[in-house]
């Protein structure tokens, strides 16, 4: 008897790669989730070459950094921002 092969699961791979960069900002696709980065509130990135910015690591599947930048973004400050009031002026 042969048996049924079952249909492979979600990845349990994380994985986070910038998708777009435009002269407000950028898209970051963590995972299956899209997430707008304005250079307003995070004007590290307003004088970041296009290699820098795409030199994106992702790790315990909560932080964005750049290591070139020395940038970190918790992920939680985006997907839930009214918990993280602070702002950078």
Known sequence: MQKKLRRP???TLASAE???IST???WILVD???F???FE???WFLKATIGQIYNLEY???KYLHWPELD???ELASLTHPDAYPLKYS
Do not use: A, R, Y
Request: charged letters at 20%.
């Open 32 to 34: 299956d989730q899209e």
């Open 71 to 73: 940038v970190d973004i």
């Open 9 to 11: 699961g979600k990845s």
């Open 36 to 38: 707008w980065i304005p």
């Open 59 to 61: 790790s315990h599947g």
């Open 24 to 26: 407000q900002g950028l």
């Open 18 to 20: 910038v998708q777009n």
């Open 41 to 43: 509130d995070f004007p």
